[in-house]
């Protein structure tokens, strides 16, 4: 029973991220973020950590406090983040030729 419990509970991809920002807020922004963003998390993660204190403080209590209020702000910020990454890809794509 305790491997069982382990199998589907004890996973490592986000074992980092949990350490990283504490299980329940990694929990709240996993929740907050939606579908499966993988690709984006990393990118908003650093999006979000480079900003201003006051600025960074009031998102992280926002997704602490979860609910509609943290989704629409960190899906507002993965947009931004999706984005950026669009852009990128264009400009390394037509930067080449």
């Not at 922004?29 to 990118?43: C, K, P, R, S, W």
């Not at 650093?46 to 960074?56: A, G, K, T």
């Not at 990454?85 to 037509?94: G, L, V």
């Amino acid at each position: 029973t305790a491997a069982a419990v382990i199998d589907i509970s004890d996973l490592v991809d986000q074992e980092s991220w949990a350490m990283i920002m504490g299980r329940g807020l990694w929990t709240r922004f996993v929740q907050a973020l939606g579908d499966n963003e993988d690709e984006v998390t990393m990118h908003l993660y650093n999006r979000i950590v480079q900003m201003p204190p006051d600025e960074f403080n009031k998102i992280m209590r926002t997704i602490q406090a979860g609910g509609p209020q943290a989704s629409a702000v960190v899906k507002r910020l993965a947009q931004d983040v999706r984005m950026d990454m669009e852009a990128q890809d264009r400009e390394e794509h037509w930067g080449d030729k």
